[in-house]
């Protein structure tokens, strides 16, 4: 079964900063890649997808993410973060076929000024 | 208007008690899912339709049964409900007709549940 890895539970970070989240998966032979953002006390808004194509996908707020087919990962950055960011990111994995998402445990961004 | 309705959008109710958790949708999407959010275990998987004929258990759909009354609607309910079921719902839904871009779910609200 697909699985989804998100190898930093929080991140704290400096208004402007960079910042990468983390997210591997378990090898497959095609997979498509989502990232979601949750702020606080609100649902799951999508933020960015890998379907095929290009491995580096922009997304909203911009954010971007590079997918890594050898390293069976797709992390996500942004190169200049606000306070407005802080929320939680989920990964979450699909592979190709008649299967739902898989979603990682999520990592807390705060974003500090 | 949302295109993704959940209701009610909090509840508290005492253990043992039956509770459903109602989801419609007006994106006529024909496929649903129920998740349930619980802090630092991320969204697991609770049952999924694939039409209003194909009902799927997920992760942990013990303790849960669901509906599909309507390509548009999809309840879930909790039997009997025990303290461990408090947790954040969320309910999504996907198009199975758009090619690969149908593995985009979308998400409703979410119905926070605190059973005492």
Redesign the interface.
């Known amino acids: 079964a697909q699985s989804v890895t998100?190898l930093d539970?929080q991140v704290p970070v400096f208004e402007e900063a960079p910042v990468e989240l983390r997210c591997n998966y378990s090898s497959s032979v095609s997979v498509?890649l989502?990232w979601?953002v949750q702020y606080p006390n609100?649902?799951?808004?999508?933020l960015l997808?890998y379907?095929?194509g290009s491995t580096l996908v922009k997304g909203i707020n911009g954010f971007e993410a590079e997918f890594n087919k050898s390293q069976t990962s797709f992390h996500l950055r942004k190169p200049s973060v606000h306070i407005s960011d802080t929320a939680e990111y989920?990964c979450a994995v699909?592979n190709?076929g008649?299967t739902?998402?898989?979603?990682?445990?999520?990592t807390r961004l705060s974003v500090i000024a | 208007d949302a295109d993704v309705t959940q209701t009610p959008r909090n509840r508290i109710t005492k253990t043992g008690k039956r509770i459903m958790l109602e989801c419609s949708q007006t994106k006529g999407h024909d496929r649903m899912y129920w998740y349930r959010q619980d802090p630092g275990l991320g969204l697991r998987l609770i049952y999924y339709s694939f039409d209003v004929k194909d009902i799927n258990k997920g992760e942990i759909s013990d303790g849960y049964s669901v509906s599909r009354q309507a390509q548009a609607k999809f309840s879930l309910s909790l039997e009997s409900a025990i303290p461990n079921q408090t947790a954040l719902y969320f309910c999504a839904t996907s198009d199975s007709t758009q090619g690969i871009w149908y593995n985009e779910q979308f998400f409703g609200p979410g119905t926070r549940l605190t059973v005492l």
């Open positions: 998100q539970s498509y989502f979601y609100q649902g799951l808004q999508l997808k379907l095929s989920f699909r190709s008649n739902p998402l898989v979603f990682g445990k999520g």
